[in-house]
C-alpha cells in the first residue's frame, strides 16, 4: 500500500480518503457475512426472513461499496499515471539539452517507456490490493469479536510470517533491481539496434557479434535476474503458505482438545480464514509487480532528480516580445568546455569573440571536430557558455531569459527530426502557405498538407530536408541556421538553396548562419567564419 500512498498527489486525498471509506465498509460488510453465516449455523433462534433480510442487505452493502470504491481507486491512480508522463516530458522538455545529453538517453527513454508502463500495472493492482485488505480487517475485527485471546495468538503467527516474508523478500527485491538496471543497458542496445540498422544489415559478422555480445547477453542477465527475483519470492510465498495452513490446522485439531472449547468460536474462526484465504494470496501474489512498480517509481523519481540536478529546470516566464527588429548579437569572450575523455583532453570552443547583424549571410566553415556544431548549439542557447557573455543588442542573455531569446532562432540541424504535422503553428491560411512552399521546394507533386497534417515523411533524406526546410519557412523567426543542409541536395536544388532560397530571407532582413564546406558560394554570403581545434581562426568579409 506504500505505493498507493506514494502515488496520490496532494488533491487527491479527498478523492483517496473516500475510497478508503468505501472499502472498509467492503470490508466490514464482508465480516458481517461471515457473522449471518457462522449465526445461521449455530442458532435457529433468529427468524429465517430476519437471516434473509440481512444477507441481502449486507451483500448489497458489500457489493455497492466494493465498486464505489474500485471506481474512485482507479480514478486516481489513473489520473496520478497521467500526471506523472505529463510531468516527465515536461522536465526532458525544460532541462538543459547538454544535461540531458549527460544523463542519457537510453536512460530516459527506458524511464519513459519500461517504467511508466510497469508504474501503470501497478496502479491497475492497486484497487484490487485495497479490497483485499479491506476484507482481512474486517474479518479481524469479526476474530477479535468472537474471541480476543485467540486473535492474539493468531497475530502472533501473522507477526513471525510476516517478518520472514521480509526477510525472504529483500533478496528477491535486490534480483528485480539488477534486473531493472540490466533494462537500461537492454535499451542502449535497441537503440544501437534502430540507429545501426543499415550497418548491421551490411555487415555479417558485425551483425551477428552484435546479437551475440550484445543483445544476447543483456537478455541473459535480465533473464536469470528476473528469474531469481521470482524463484526468491516464490520460497517466501511456500513460507507464508505452511505458517497459513499450520494456523488453521491448531485451530481445527488443537483448538477441540483444549479446555474452554467454544464451537461456535472455532467454526467463526475457520470460517473467516477459509474466507480470507483468497484476499491474502491475492495481497502477496501481488508482490512482484508492487516490487517492480516501486523500482520503477525510484528510477522515475531519480531521472527526474537528474534532470533537476543543477537546479529548478523551469524556465521562468519572460514576457517580452521576440525581437525581429533587433541589430546585433555579441560573443563577448564566450566559452564552453567538454568533460575530459579518458585521457584527460576536454575540448574547449572559445574563448568567442564575435559579432553577428542582422541581414548578414554568415558562412561558418571549419573540420571535423573543430566546434562547429558546439557554436551552433550555443549560438541558438542550446548551450550556455559557461565563461563570457552572448548579448543581444546589450542585453545578457542568462538562465532566466534563455528560453526566450532560443525564440529567436530556427534551425535545421544535421541530426534533424522531422514531425508529422506542423506542431506549434497557427493561422487560418496557414495549409495555402505550406502549399506555396511546397511549390518552391519541388515538393508539390510529392505530398499534401491537409489540416496542419503531412500526408507523408516516408521521403528520401534530400526531400526530408526540403521538409524540415519547409517548417522553418512557416516559423518566420529573425534567425536561420542550416547546419550542412545542403549536402543531401541534388546538383539542381542545391543551386536553388544558395542562390535563391537564401536571397529571399536576407531580402526579408533575416539573419543565415550555414554550416558548409562548399566554397563555391561562398561569395554569396557577407562574412566566413572559420573554426579550428574551437577556436576562432577567420572572421573576414567574402564580398569586397
Known amino acids: 500500500m506504500s505505493l498507493l ?13 473516500a475510497a478508503v471509506v468505501a472499502g472498509l465498509v467492503s470490508g466490514a460488510a464482508s465480516a458481517g457475512l461471515i457473522a449471518l453465516v457462522n449465526t445461521a449455523i449455530h442458532h435457529a433462534r433468529p427468524s429465517r426472513s430476519l437471516l434473509i433480510a440481512g444477507f441481502v442487505g449486507l451483500v448489497t452493502t458489500k457489493v455497492v461499496s466494493q465498486a464505489l470504491a474500485r471506481l474512485l481507486l482507479n480514478r486516481f491512480t489513473q489520473r496520478t499515471l497521467a500526471e506523472l508522463c505529463r510531468d516527465l516530458s515536461r522536465k526532458v522538455l525544460a532541462t538543459p539539452l547538454r544535461d540531458l545529453e549527460h544523463v542519457g ?24 490490493v485495497a479490497m483485499n485488505a479491506a476484507v482481512v480487517l474486517g474479518c479481524a475485527m469479526y476474530l477479535g469479536w468472537l474471541s480476543p485471546s485467540t486473535l492474539v495468538a493468531v497475530a502472533f503467527v501473522v507477526v513471525i510470517g ?24 537492454l535499451f542502449h542496445h535497441f537503440r544501437a539496434l534502430t540507429e545501426g540498422m543499415k550497418e548491421l ?49 491448531g485451530l481445527l485439531f488443537a483448538a477441540p482438545a483444549g479446555s474452554g472449547y467454544d464451537t461456535e468460536a ?10 480470507m484465504m483468497a484476499p491474502v494470496w491475492g495481497i502477496f501474489e501481488a508482490w512482484p509487480i508492487f516490487a517492480r512498480g516501486r523500482i520503477a517509481l525510484e528510477k522515475i523519481r531519480e531521472v527526474g532528480v537528474s534532470l533537476t540536478a543543477v537546479g529548478d529546470q523551469t524556465p521562468t516566464p519572460w514576457r517580452v516580445e521576440v525581437p525581429h527588429e533587433w541589430r546585433r548579437l555579441d560573443f563577448e569572450g564566450a566559452m564552453f568546455t567538454y568533460q575530459p575523455d579518458l585521457d584527460g583532453n576536454a575540448f574547449a570552443l572559445g574563448p568567442l569573440d564575435l559579432t553577428l547583424r542582422r541581414g548578414e549571410l554568415v558562412f561558418l566553415t571549419g573540420g571535423n571536430g573543430s566546434g562547429k556544431s558546439t557554436f551552433v548549439k550555443m549560438l541558438t542557447g542550446l548551450y550556455s557558455p559557461q565563461v563570457g557573455t552572448i548579448r543581444l543588442d546589450g542585453l545578457a542573455i542568462t538562465d532566466k531569459n534563455r528560453d526566450w531569446y532560443s525564440q529567436l532562432f530556427s534551425a535545421v540541424f544535421s541530426d534533424f527530426y522531422l514531425f508529422d504535422s506542423l506542431l506549434g503553428l497557427s493561422g487560418p491560411d496557414l495549409d495555402a502557405r505550406a502549399q506555396r512552399h511546397l511549390v518552391e521546394l519541388e515538393l508539390d507533386g ?12 516516408a521521403l528520401s533524406q534530400g526531400q526530408r530536408k526540403r521538409l524540415a526546410l ?37 531580402a526579408r532582413g533575416k539573419t543565415v ?8 558560394y561562398y561569395h554569396l554570403g557577407d562574412r566566413i567564419v572559420k573554426l579550428e581545434s574551437g577556436k576562432l581562426v577567420e572572421n573576414r568579409r567574402s564580398r569586397p
Open 162 to 185: 510476516m517478518i520472514g516474508y521480509r526477510l525472504l523478500t529483500a533478496r528477491a527485491y535486490r534480483s528485480l533491481q539488477r534486473a531493472r538496471d540490466t533494462r537500461d543497458v
Open 266 to 275: 472455532v467454526t467463526g474462526y475457520v470460517l473467516a480464514i477459509l474466507y
Open 5 to 17: 500512498f506514494a502515488l496520490v498527489p496532494a488533491r487527491s486525498w479527498l478523492v483517496a480518503g
Open 105 to 128: 538517453i537510453p536512460r530516459i527513454l527506458a524511464t519513459l517507456t519500461d517504467d511508466v508502463a510497469w508504474l501503470g500495472w501497478a496502479a491497475q493492482n492497486v484497487p484490487a
Open 470 to 506: 519547409l517548417t522553418a519557412f512557416l516559423e518566420d523567426r529573425p534567425i536561420y541556421v542550416f547546419d550542412e543542409w545542403a549536402a543531401d541536395q541534388d546538383v539542381h536544388y542545391r543551386e536553388i538553396f544558395y542562390t535563391r532560397l537564401l536571397a529571399d530571407l536576407i
Open 513 to 520: 548562419v550555414v554550416i558548409s564546406h562548399d566554397d563555391r
Open 446 to 457: 510529392t505530398l499534401q498538407i491537409r489540416n496542419r497534417t503531412l500526408s507523408t515523411t
Open 201 to 249: 544489415k551490411l555487415h555479417a559478422p558485425r551483425r551477428e557479434a552484435f546479437l551475440s555480445e550484445r543483445i544476447a547477453t543483456a537478455t541473459e542477465d535480465l533473464r536469470q535476474h528476473a528469474l531469481a527475483g521470482i524463484r526468491r519470492h516464490l520460497v517466501a510465498d511456500t513460507w507464508n503458505q505452511i505458517l497459513f495452513y499450520g494456523l488453521l490446522g
